[in-house]
């Protein structure tokens, strides 16, 4: 039994040029922005309570950086 085609390397192909409408990447971009909104909110809330966790398991952070006496 003869298989063709199924060389592990395959077939190499390149690309050369991605033909999209100038509007059509503006949508997109705008799309990406509106949805990076959401992201950014969601990631800062889950940053806040883990490193609202962290200072109060182990007591570092921000607050703790005037204690200190000479």
Known sequence: MSMQGSSPS??????VDID???????AIFIKWGIAAIPATIALSVIMSIVFSLLMGFFG??????GTMKM
């Open 10 to 15: 395959g077939n190499p192909v390149t690309v």
């Open 20 to 26: 999209i409408p100038f509007g059509r990447l503006v």
């Open 60 to 65: 570092f952070g921000a607050w703790h950086a």
